[in-house]
């Protein structure tokens, strides 16, 4: 029964950074769609500025994740950034019914989440 709360810990934990990734995911996508509005920003700069945001979220995802723990802070940061990654790929998939920008844009995201992930983990 023990083991039972302390896994739910870990989960209630993992959904709370996850959350709050997604919450400023959604803010600072917001930001850009204004900021392609105001300035009619080409897609090269949109689309670096989409994974900036997608660093950004999985480093406070690992960052949030690695405070709450306490221990082995890189580990759950990885972890969260590739929870991070996982939900972004399945909401797109639903989205699109494919993933549109091909392989190498998927792993390159992939890495560069779980490496936010990571860096937040170990810097918190």
Known sequence: ??????YQ???????KSLLSAYIITGIL???LALLLYKFQLSE???????????VISSFLSGFLEGKMMKTRKFLWGAAAGLLYF???????????QSF??????????????????????MLS
């Open 44 to 54: 090269s700069k949109v689309n670096i500025g989409v994974i900036i945001i997608y």
């Open 9 to 15: 810990g870990i989960a209630v934990r993992m959904l």
């Open 100 to 121: 549109a920008d091909g392989s190498s844009h998927f792993v390159t995201t992939l890495i560069l989440c779980i490496a936010g992930g990571t860096l937040g983990g």
């Open 86 to 96: 996982a939900i972004l790929s399945v909401i797109s998939l639903a989205v699109n």
């Open 29 to 31: 996508l917001l930001l």
């Open 1 to 6: 029964m023990d083991k039972g709360k302390y």
